[in-house]
């Protein structure tokens, strides 16, 4: 088993910058594939990011096209994290860390999620 817990939203400013973490405890956590989805009102959840684990080529990120360039994901022995910067108001949502065995997929298969939290940018 693997939990997570999300923490870091809050409202800010477009063109602002938060940094997301995502805690994590369980067995063998640093061998998971771990990823950053995100849900607006009424839209289904999305791919934001992921980040191999020392199962596959450690480290290795992905992004969406929507986040390249502005998002940064990491992780450590610890935790996840997602630093977004120059956010937009497009990209208010509720932010999901999830976690799973083997390779990563951009789709919502993952059997380990977060609570969720609130990130809300204002233009």
């Known amino acids: 088993q693997v939990q997570l817990v999300e923490s870091g939203g809050g409202l800010v400013q477009a063109g602002g910058s938060l940094r997301l973490s995502c805690a994590a405890s369980g067995r063998s956590f640093s061998g998971t594939s771990m990823a950053w989805f995100r849900q607006a009102p009424g839209k289904e959840r999305e791919f934001v990011a992921a980040?191999?684990?020392?199962?596959?080529?450690?480290?290795n990120t992905y992004y969406a096209d929507s986040v390249k360039g502005r998002f940064t994901i990491s992780r450590d022995n610890a935790a996840m994290y997602l630093q977004m910067n120059t956010l937009k108001p497009a990209d208010t949502a509720v932010y999901y860390c999830?976690?799973?065995?083997?390779?990563?997929?951009?789709?919502?298969?993952?059997?380990?999620w977060g609570q969720g939290t609130q990130v809300t940018v204002s233009s």
């Open positions: 980040i191999s684990g020392s199962s596959g080529s450690t480290g």
């Open positions: 999830a976690a799973r065995w083997g390779l990563i997929t951009r789709t919502t298969n993952y059997p380990y």
